[in-house]
């Protein structure tokens, strides 16, 4: 079973990125599936995830209306568009699987994780 991210890198404030997860080795149909992002001295956070279906979204209030994720179940892929950038969106990303259906907050309800994926912002 295996997560795998990409897309990170070095943008500057204001730019765009785009992360994607690849499932492999197992379906997640039925999984919520989220992004996460730790930035050095700090704890994993929540950036937005997906319920099972695709049919629900959900954000931190600080990526609301610059973030969108997706999720494609026939590729079984997970997308984050990261758009208008901040340099306090540095940090690592990493893709995960909840345990239920729909996203959850806490890193401790995530089953399966990505290695993650850098990104950072600054001019």
């Known amino acids: 079973v295996q997560l795998q991210a990409s897309g990170g890198g070095s943008v500057q404030p204001g730019g765009s990125l785009r992360l994607s997860c690849t499932a492999s080795g197992r379906i997640f149909s039925n999984n919520g599936m989220a992004w996460l992002r730790q930035a050095p001295g700090k704890e994993r956070e929540f950036v937005g995830g997906?319920?099972?279906?695709?049919?629900?979204?959900f954000y931190a209030d600080s990526v609301k209306g610059r973030f969108t994720i997706s999720r494609d179940k026939a590729k079984n892929t997970v997308t984050l568009q990261m758009n208008r950038v901040k340099p306090e969106d540095t940090a690592g990303y990493y893709c995960?699987?909840?345990?239920?259906?729909?996203?959850?907050?806490?890193?401790?309800?995530?089953?399966?994780w990505g290695q993650g994926t850098q990104v950072t912002v600054s001019s």
């Open positions: 995960a699987a909840s345990r239920f259906a729909v996203p959850a907050s806490r890193p401790s309800d995530y089953s399966y």
């Open positions: 997906i319920d099972w279906n695709g049919g629900r979204t």
